[in-house]
């Protein structure tokens, strides 16, 4: 099906009339004929399934490795050759690489999924002139559709009459409370947060009615373009995934140029038989290659995995668990991330004095203060009692304690209120008996207020108010003042407090009173023209965590710029972000200025500016790839759908898991569990600690490699018998190698991990000075082993003793180099360095009876040509494992002493 849309119209520019006008519409809706025709032509409100590899494709692009390559070319040519046993070795180390690449890739993207399942099953729309209630994939642009409270909007809708309707669109835009709607047109140019006459599908109506009518459906929705965002994201390779990559086909490249040549110079220079000759390499491929590096890089990813895990954050997709650790910039929703998503109240303005109201949340634990930071003592403060009576009985919301957490029904700005009366000391129940309700004005846009009538058991009755502060003040001509007097109404002290608490980034409210006849029963909007006592002006903001602050500073300090990017205004923007210590002193870039620039000018800008405020999803992708381009790592947290096409776009996206939409979880790598921003700053210190020990792994394992590899390279150029054959090099690298450096996966982190700045993401994973480390201890390994290999055939040894006594020289070496990998730089003599990680023992003792089963087991002795050893042999090996150590904690010390330039 073609869906052929109506062309693209500014609808929030037009009257509701000129939008019915526009689709041939009418107020009673399309008739059944016509819905019917439209279907056919537009296509159902859905969105379409993207397409998906099947297992098989998933498996197989496991084996698209360099690595892999070369061994299942040595497994062929092996094969060929009737070497069945080594054949068969190399290929249970191909496919267990390309098993556990499958397993972790884990489940294909599905974020357009979680979006489809944003739309509303069914609705209630206007066909023939009477209410349907109808799937909600057969609605069709120019539906009326009728909303009420509860109700998911299952399309893009012009409304056309409201009835106090609020939509809550934080999943779209990034608005921390619920949008209060209306019917009027807005400019062109206006930000989708700020399109009060639309709503938009998969927003969710908290409270009022409306008719709307259907202007997009399907695709052509917001969700639909966010859709279509997200098959056209590319995703980008993590910084790790780039370095094994280069890594993988230079090694690849110098092991092939390596055997060739050692095949070529054998032939035509030792004029050896080339059957013998290629046997000498496939032992020199299989030496070189690091068949366990996949498989224990993938250990070490997954054990980070686990322990992100325990500390609240769920990682979906392996390698992001080490992008967190290079990551250069945070890019972080305000709403629910750095802040808590519960309004509350922090400021009190009444006529004669400002109160700070400390406490975050709807949890009633704070105090009361003066400007100057006094405590207020609030036994016996009139006017504060007052002011919270007022917050308490003209509310509908209700703020109960369930399992020891306290939660909000209903409004969240109601909530703050309520959650400010329990502060003040005031019982609801108490409250409500005392001066029960007798009527109420409900809140409604057209008015702008809500009123309620209540009675004491004294004959007396009062009706309290709440509202915008402009509405309210129009209907009071006195204030507050001392303790039950009054004084005149002065409209510029308030004017310039609601300037002053407006500047700080708070929601206004503004509260009244009215005393009226004990003998009223009944509320009309006559009652409220006139007559009131303004009370007070309260500012209520969602304020930020204060682990987040913390979090803020420690990835200052780590070298990790902090950006707070939102759907919210440029002034609560900015009040957060100074409080946070974000973009202090500079000015919040908003979605329309960001329009005004080109790419190149916005990547210019993006270093001076931390705060970006009414961004859409658009320019939210944007931002995240002009850092990209400037060579940025980036993380971009979120919760809502707007935020999925930037999760997936960002080197790691990080959605929240408590209150974030399907869609952002799908799009992202890592889930926070706890919606907690401080969770992301442990994330790094833990990515650090895992690249770390990644980085200690491949200085383990490729000295054994390399010594291996100049063990046979040293015997095929001086015409030596084979010290080791191929199935014995791979026993090395498969059975100890691996077992050896797993442990190393669980290493603690360093000291002064968060203090170091990130790493270059275009640094090799082998530096300069780590191939010279590889170098020395590959030729201290060759030459031990050779050594000994060497004078047991002098003393007239058997060959398979000999080889014997050579693997086992290998391994011990392997196992002593073990204990010195556990510091790159620093000394491991000392009671933390040999016995700080009982990892590290365990593997120790694991290998030890690997090494006694290879050397003394019938089995393994027929398959690996291995014989038993006496005690003088074992010596002669400890000895050169333990001359090893001793050469590597040296090289260290003069590292440490004459080339600290080179340390971290």
């Not at 739309?119 to 799937?135: K, M, Q, S």
Request: with cysteine; net charge negative.
């Amino acid at each position: 099906m073609d869906n052929d849309m109506p062309p693209a119209r500014d609808w929030h520019t037009l009257p509701g009339e000129q939008a019915l006008s526009e689709l041939d519409s009418s107020h009673n809706g399309l008739s059944s004929e016509e819905a019917a025709a439209r279907l056919e032509r537009y296509g159902a409100n859905r969105l379409p399934e993207p397409p998906r590899p099947g297992p098989l494709m998933r498996l197989l692009r496991q084996f698209h490795n360099v690595l892999l390559y070369v061994m299942m070319v040595a497994a062929l040519i092996t094969a060929t050759l009737g070497l069945w046993v080594d054949t068969v070795v190399i290929m249970i180390a191909v496919v267990v690489n390309a098993v556990i690449g499958f397993i972790q890739e884990g489940k294909a993207e599905s974020a357009l999924d979680a979006i489809r399942d944003m739309l509303a099953p069914h609705t209630l729309v206007l066909r023939d002139g009477e209410r349907r209630e109808i799937d909600a994939a057969q609605l069709v642009p120019g539906d009326v559709v009728a909303l009420a409270s509860g109700d998911k909007v299952p399309a893009d809708l012009r409304l056309l009459s409201v009835k106090n309707l609020h939509v809550d669109e934080a999943a779209l835009t990034g608005e921390s409370v619920p949008v209060e709607k209306h019917t009027e047109a807005v400019a062109a140019d206006a930000a989708l947060g700020d399109r009060r006459g639309m709503a938009y599908s998969g927003t969710l109506v908290t409270s009022g009615q409306a008719l709307g009518l259907v202007v997009a459906s399907g695709t052509a929705t917001e969700l639909g373009r966010i859709g279509a965002m997200l098959q056209q994201v590319q995703l980008t390779s993590t910084p790790l995934l780039r370095q094994i990559d280069r890594f993988s086909r230079w090694l690849a490249l110098v092991i092939l140029v390596f055997a060739g040549a050692t095949f070529l110079l054998g032939i035509f220079w030792h004029q050896q038989p080339p059957a013998e000759m290629f046997m000498m390499v496939v032992a020199l491929t299989a030496s070189a290659i690091p068949e366990g590096l996949p498989a224990i890089m993938t250990v070490i990813l997954a054990l980070g995995v686990q322990r992100m895990a325990q500390q609240h954050a769920i990682i979906r997709r392996l390698p992001a668990v080490e992008t967190l650790g290079s990551v250069t910039v945070i890019c972080s929703d305000k709403t629910g991330t750095l802040t808590r998503n519960e309004m509350t109240v922090q400021r009190v303005v009444s006529a004669e004095q400002v109160v700070e109201v400390s406490g975050a949340g709807y949890v009633p634990q704070g105090g009361f203060f003066q400007l100057d930071g006094q405590p207020l003592e609030i036994a016996g403060h009139a006017p504060l009692a007052e002011i919270g009576r007022a917050a308490l009985l003209c509310n509908d919301a209700v703020v109960h304690q369930i399992e020891g957490h306290w939660q909000l029904d209903g409004d969240p700005t109601e909530g703050a209120l309520y959650t400010l009366a329990l502060k003040l000391g005031y019982d609801p129940a108490t409250l409500a008996s005392e001066l029960p309700r007798r009527d109420v004005i409900p809140f409604e846009s057209e008015h702008r207020f809500m009123a309620t009538l209540h009675h004491d058991h004294e004959g007396q009755a009062f009706i309290y108010l709440k509202g915008a502060p402009e509405r309210v003040m129009e209907m009071c001509n006195r204030q507050r003042h001392g303790h039950a007097g009054t004084a005149p109404l002065d409209p510029d002290y308030w004017r310039r407090m609601a300037t002053d608490i407006a500047a700080r980034g708070l929601r206004l409210l503004a509260l009244a009173v009215k005393p009226v006849d004990g003998e009223q029963q009944s509320l009309s909007f006559a009652d409220t023209e006139s007559g009131f006592i303004l009370l007070a002006l309260v500012g209520i903001i969602d304020p930020p965590r204060e682990e987040a602050i913390a979090a803020v500073a420690e990835c200052r300090s780590a070298g990790v710029a902090v950006k707070m990017i939102t759907g919210d205004h440029a002034e609560t923007a900015r009040a957060i972000g100074a409080q946070l210590g974000i973009g202090i002193g500079q000015p919040a870039l908003t979605g329309a200025e960001i329009e005004l620039l080109d790419d190149r000018e916005l990547r210019d800008v993006m270093p001076s500016v931390e705060v970006f405020a009414r961004a859409s999803p658009e320019h939210k992708l944007r931002l995240v790839e002009a850092l990209q381009a400037s060579g940025q790592v980036v993380a971009m947290t979120g919760d809502g759908v707007n935020d999925a096409p930037a999760l997936k776009r960002a080197d790691v996206g990080v959605a929240m898991g408590r209150k974030g939409t399907e869609a952002a979880k799908e799009a992202a790598e890592v889930v926070l569990t706890d919606d907690n921003f401080a969770t992301i700053g442990r994330a790094v210190r833990e990515g650090r600690a895992i690249y770390d020990n990644l980085k200690k792994f491949v200085l383990f394992m490729l000295p054994t490699n390399g010594g291996e590899a100049l063990i046979v390279i040293s015997a095929i150029l001086f015409q030596l018998t084979l010290p080791l054959t191929p199935a014995q090099v791979l026993w090395i690298n498969l059975a100890t190698s691996s077992t050896l450096g797993l442990a190393l996966a669980f290493e603690p982190g360093e000291p002064g991990l968060m203090r170091r700045p990130p790493r270059d993401p275009a640094e090799p994973l082998l530096s300069g000075f780590f191939v010279w480390r590889v170098f020395m201890v590959s030729v201290v390994m060759m030459a031990g082993a050779l050594g000994l290999f060497l004078w047991e055939l002098d003393r007239g040894t058997g060959l398979e003793s000999a080889r014997t006594i050579a693997v086992n020289t290998v391994v011990a070496c392997e196992m002593f180099y073990l204990l010195n990998s556990r510091h790159i730089y620093l000394s491991v003599i000392n009671r933390e360095g040999l016995l700080g990680n009982r990892y590290v023992l365990i593997s120790l003792g694991c290998c030890a009876v690997l090494q006694l089963l290879y050397t003394y087991a019938p089995p393994l002795q027929k398959l690996f040509g291995s014989v038993g050893l006496s005690a003088e042999e074992w010596l002669r090996v400890f000895a050169a494992g333990l001359l090893l150590f001793f050469v590597a904690e040296f090289e260290k010390w003069v590292v440490r002493r004459f080339f600290s330039s080179t340390q971290p």
